[in-house]
């Protein structure tokens, strides 16, 4: 008959445990997706801990991120506040082990999964590095309670794996950083010339492609020069930072706004034929004229700033380059700065 | 009589020649097992019924001592003699008179702890399929998830627990001999 040793002592079964946990470590190197990681490690603990149900909360810039794994998958979500189970153990810093059933005086009721029927009980750790928490897990033993082997295992696969999504969390912030960088004009936060021709070139392929219309407007702010010679160029940054603010929220879903130039700003929009670049232009010239413009170095009630416009579009010629199109933007826009400023000038062929 | 034809090594056509090399490659055994050698008159067989075992036992997340257990639970189930003598006892470092009652009364007692948690859920999952496949519900489906297996992890069980049915079919019409040297393949 059987000699009915603790598994955990049969030899075979310690490699088995070994082998999973070694190759998950590896396997988390490997992978570069938070959720992909978070799915294989859900599928795996078992092999090597004696855990199915957990949850890892980490945070994540202003939010945390909470992950559950459970039933041989993981879910990732995003959460503003934690809940009070997590809430409570993130603020408390310490390990806690609680066996289960809760009594009444627990309180506190952790996450659903870790109550399954099978949980015998549930193990609180935090991860720390250099004095800060940079995750904290729960995890709820699967129907035996968890020997010395498994806390050493739950507390090295748990610490990796935080660790790894921190990291990957942090490199997706450093490169949306330098995205930023490279793609957004430093003093406005409009894309810089270089993204926005570039964003004009596509939407143009796209344009053609489609069979729909593009129009570009190219607006130029009046007497800028005067601005920058009375207030000094502190206050030129200032309207050139209050006229993109107004711009922005003028535009509509899917407009591209840049920075062309020094006080020269360029708009794509798409779809969108010459009579709605009009109406789009006169929007933007409005919200900047209709509201005198306060800033720090010029006397209340403010600066009367005004915008000259010219709008062009691909809609009768849809082969244009962008080069081109822009250049019909600007005779279009030389005309509104002929013809008085604070104005709108659509390019027609006679212009 | 004997219901096969047995192709050594030294006889075999190149074809059949690289199937057997690469099994010995891929488990590190340095003879061929009988089950083989009876396909060895044709590379095609040998090399369907070896891609079959690799595949399914050489790939994958489940841990090779479950699957050794699967193979072991469907072969003692269909009173295949071959397979079920080849598999689990030696990898599972059980005791070698094992009956397959036994395993089941051992799984099924709460004082025993000689397997992990998640065995008894696929021994019972194995069982059942072998019975009637279409007796499988959800909620087979529902207990292997809890124990943490993935739908992915389910597949894998199911494609072994396939697996082993097929050698058994193989191994008992044939009445292929118990191989004296040859152990469980993993």
Redesign the interface.
């Known amino acids: ?8 002592d ?4 310690q490699l ?1 445990r070994y ?2 946990l070694v190759n998950l470590l590896d396997d988390i190197q490997l992978l570069d997706d938070i959720e992909q990681i978070s ?1 294989r490690i ?6 090597f801990a ?4 957990w949850r890892l909360v980490l945070p994540a810039n202003s939010e945390f991120l909470v992950i559950d794994g459970s ?3 993981a879910q990732v979500t995003r959460v503003a506040s934690l809940g009070a189970w997590d809430a409570h153990h993130w603020q408390q810093k310490l390990p806690q082990r609680r066996l289960l059933p809760l009594t009444d005086q627990d309180g506190l009721r952790p996450p659903d999964h870790l109550l ?1 029927p ?1 949980s015998k009980e549930i193990i609180v750790l935090p991860f720390a590095r250099d004095g800060k928490c940079f995750g904290m897990l729960s995890i709820a033993a ?3 309670p968890f020997n010395d082997l498994d806390m050493k295992f739950i507390q090295l696969m748990g610490r990796q794996f935080a660790t790894r999504v921190v990291d990957i969390l942090l490199r997706q912030q450093a490169t949306q950083i330098l995205i930023e960088r490279a793609t957004r004009d430093a003093l406005t936060g409009l894309l810089n010339r270089g993204t926005i021709l570039e964003r004009l070139s596509s939407q143009l392929a796209l344009a053609r492609r489609t069979q729909q219309a593009l129009s570009v407007i190219l607006l130029d702010i009046d007497h800028f020069k005067m601005v920058n010679d009375t207030y000094g160029h502190a206050a030129g940054d200032d309207v050139l930072r209050e006229i993109a603010r107004r711009l922005l929220s003028d535009a509509r879903d899917g407009d591209h706004v840049g920075r062309y130039g020094g006080e020269e700003f360029l708009v794509v929009l798409y779809p969108c034929n010459q009579a709605e670049a009009v109406r789009a232009a006169e929007r933007f010239r409005q919200g900047v004229a209709a509201t005198l413009m306060t800033i720090e170095a010029a006397p209340a009630p403010g600066l009367p700033i005004t915008i000259s416009l010219g709008a062009a579009s691909a809609e009768d010629c849809p082969q244009i380059g962008a080069a081109d199109l822009i250049q019909r933007a600007d005779r279009a826009l030389y005309t509104s700065k002929a013809t008085g400023r604070n104005c709108v000038t659509a390019f027609v062929a006679s212009n | 009589m004997q219901r096969y034809l047995i192709v050594e090594y030294q006889d075999a056509d190149p074809a059949t020649r690289e199937v057997y090399e690469d099994f010995m490659r891929t488990t590190g055994a340095t003879t061929v097992p009988l089950w083989l050698r009876t396909l060895g008159h044709s590379a095609a067989l040998a090399r369907a019924y070896w891609e079959r075992a690799k595949g399914t036992l050489f790939f994958g997340h489940l841990p090779l001592p479950l699957k050794e257990m699967i193979v072991f639970v469907v072969s003692a189930k269909n009173g295949a003699r071959y397979c079920s003598a080849c598999h689990a006892q030696a990898v599972l470092s059980l005791d070698k008179t094992l009956e397959f009652s036994d395993l089941q009364d051992f799984l099924k007692s709460d004082a025993g702890q000689a397997l992990p948690p998640y065995y008894r859920s696929v021994v019972d999952f194995a069982t059942k399929i072998v019975a009637d496949a279409n007796a499988v519900d959800d909620e087979d489906f529902d207990r292997l998830m809890d124990d943490g297996f993935s739908r992915e992890e389910i597949c894998e069980i199911i494609a072994v627990i396939d697996m082993a049915t097929m050698f058994n079919v193989y191994t008992s019409s044939l009445r292929i001999d118990l191989d004296p040297e040859y152990q469980a393949i993993l």
């Open positions: 008959m059987i000699d009915a040793t603790l598994w955990r049969i030899k075979v079964h088995v082998e999973a799915k859900a599928s795996q603990w078992k092999y004696n855990a199915t149900n039933r041989g998958t399954f099978s699967h129907q035996l």
